[in-house]
């Protein structure tokens, strides 16, 4: 996690992120200066931004909106008050409502990003100053320091070539907190063909199989949202173990960026656990993002150690080799 202290300071109004990156200062400015980039980490995992207007100019605004899991749909603006590149800019950042104009019940704040060079890169100390202590209080009560934490810890991936931050390391799974796992893993293949194949049952069937001696019998998908989709795997000849499978409704499909479903064992009445799936594309290659809500840290720690990362990779390398050179 790149931030390393965030300070709430109830007399003086304030919360203070401390956060360091090893990219030099000019590179962490043009993350914060260009929206398309700010779209891969402005918003919490789950909550992926998209900034439909962007004035990057003393008194310009910048419109976003981010997009939950389940359809919830939350939108703000950004009101530049100075910009200082590649060291400082500020801005009040306020909410919207659905026409796009600032939402009297949550007062703007603002908020003072500066960037410093260090001797292994940048510290970034983003000040957030709030209009009254009911207001700080608010924001924090509604998440804002475990969302800000999680939200900056994407910002590695922008600031890296993509195959420079992911290429030979595998399938990587990141405990983010007690209810949520982010894994990644770099595809050699562009978006279009990786979304296909995680999406038409005959390239599924292909190389979603998990460990050698297994075979999939069941590939049911949902291609919109409400859909239901069921996959079933068994055993192949003295291959060890019991057929298995998983069930559930998509809740979001945005192709092909996105996939949003919930997902329990079948056969039992859950927990449901959410697989928000995300892919991004750079170079030829894509980036395969899932972000996993648990309904409790006892049941994220019992679906990891069945070896579903080691089965994960072992499909994910047959996806490379089976499907995307064909």
Same mark, same amino acid.
């Given at each position: 996690m790149p931030v390393t202290d965030v300070t709430t300071d109830a007399d003086n109004l304030t919360m203070t992120v401390t956060a360091d990156f090893a990219a030099p200062i000019e590179r962490v400015w043009a993350a914060y200066s260009d929206p398309r980039q700010l779209e891969r980490f402005w918003g919490? *995992?789950?909550?992926?931004?998209?900034?439909?207007?962007?004035d990057h100019t003393i008194g310009g605004r910048a419109n976003y909106t981010m997009n939950g899991p389940r359809g919830e749909k939350s939108s703000g603006y950004w009101e530049f008050l100075a910009i200082e590149a590649p060291h400082r800019f500020e801005v009040l950042d306020g909410f919207t409502d659905e026409q796009g104009d600032p939402n009297e019940q949550f007062p703007? +704040?603002?908020?003072?990003?500066?960037? /410093?060079?260090?001797a292994e890169g940048t510290r970034m100390v983003t000040t957030s100053h709030f209009v009254s202590l009911e207001s700080l209080e608010q924001v924090v009560a509604m998440g804002m320091v475990e969302g800000t934490k999680m939200a900056m810890a994407q910002l590695d991936a922008v600031l890296q070539d993509l195959r420079e931050?992911? /290429? @030979? &390391? @595998?399938?990587?799974?990141? +405990? +983010?907190?007690?209810?949520?796992?982010?894994?990644?893993r770099l595809v050699e293949? *562009? =978006?279009? $063909?990786?979304?296909?194949?995680?999406?038409?049952?005959? $390239?599924? &069937? =292909?190389?979603?199989l998990g460990p050698e001696g297994w075979e999939m019998t069941e590939c049911e998908v949902g291609l919109a949202a409400g859909d239901r989709y069921r996959n079933s795997w068994a055993p192949v000849g003295d291959t060890e173990?019991? *057929?298995?499978?998983?069930? @559930?409704?998509? $809740? +979001?499909?945005?192709? *092909?960026?996105?996939?949003? /479903? $919930?997902e329990r064992m079948q056969g039992t009445d859950g927990p449901d656990v959410l697989n928000d799936i995300n892919f991004y594309e750079e170079d030829g290659a894509t980036l395969v993002t899932v972000l996993m809500e648990f309904p409790d840290a006892q049941t994220r720690d019992e679906i990891l150690a069945t070896g579903m990362a080691e089965g994960m990779e072992q499909s994910y390398q047959r996806l490379e080799s089976a499907v995307l050179t064909v």
């Amino acid at each position: 996690m790149p931030v390393t202290d965030v300070t709430t300071d109830a007399d003086n109004l304030t919360m203070t992120v401390t956060a360091d990156f090893a990219a030099p200062i000019e590179r962490v400015w043009a993350a914060y200066s260009d929206p398309r980039q700010l779209e891969r980490f402005w918003g919490p *995992p789950g909550w992926p931004a998209t900034f439909t207007a962007w004035d990057h100019t003393i008194g310009g605004r910048a419109n976003y909106t981010m997009n939950g899991p389940r359809g919830e749909k939350s939108s703000g603006y950004w009101e530049f008050l100075a910009i200082e590149a590649p060291h400082r800019f500020e801005v009040l950042d306020g909410f919207t409502d659905e026409q796009g104009d600032p939402n009297e019940q949550f007062p703007p +704040l603002r908020m003072d990003f500066t960037f /410093q060079p260090t001797a292994e890169g940048t510290r970034m100390v983003t000040t957030s100053h709030f209009v009254s202590l009911e207001s700080l209080e608010q924001v924090v009560a509604m998440g804002m320091v475990e969302g800000t934490k999680m939200a900056m810890a994407q910002l590695d991936a922008v600031l890296q070539d993509l195959r420079e931050y992911a /290429q @030979g &390391k @595998g399938t990587r799974v990141e +405990l +983010l907190d007690d209810t949520h796992v982010r894994i990644t893993r770099l595809v050699e293949g *562009p =978006r279009e $063909l990786v979304w296909r194949a995680h999406t038409e049952p005959e $390239l599924i &069937k =292909r190389w979603m199989l998990g460990p050698e001696g297994w075979e999939m019998t069941e590939c049911e998908v949902g291609l919109a949202a409400g859909d239901r989709y069921r996959n079933s795997w068994a055993p192949v000849g003295d291959t060890e173990g019991e *057929p298995f499978g998983f069930e @559930g409704e998509m $809740l +979001l499909v945005d192709a *092909p960026r996105r996939a949003v /479903q $919930l997902e329990r064992m079948q056969g039992t009445d859950g927990p449901d656990v959410l697989n928000d799936i995300n892919f991004y594309e750079e170079d030829g290659a894509t980036l395969v993002t899932v972000l996993m809500e648990f309904p409790d840290a006892q049941t994220r720690d019992e679906i990891l150690a069945t070896g579903m990362a080691e089965g994960m990779e072992q499909s994910y390398q047959r996806l490379e080799s089976a499907v995307l050179t064909v």
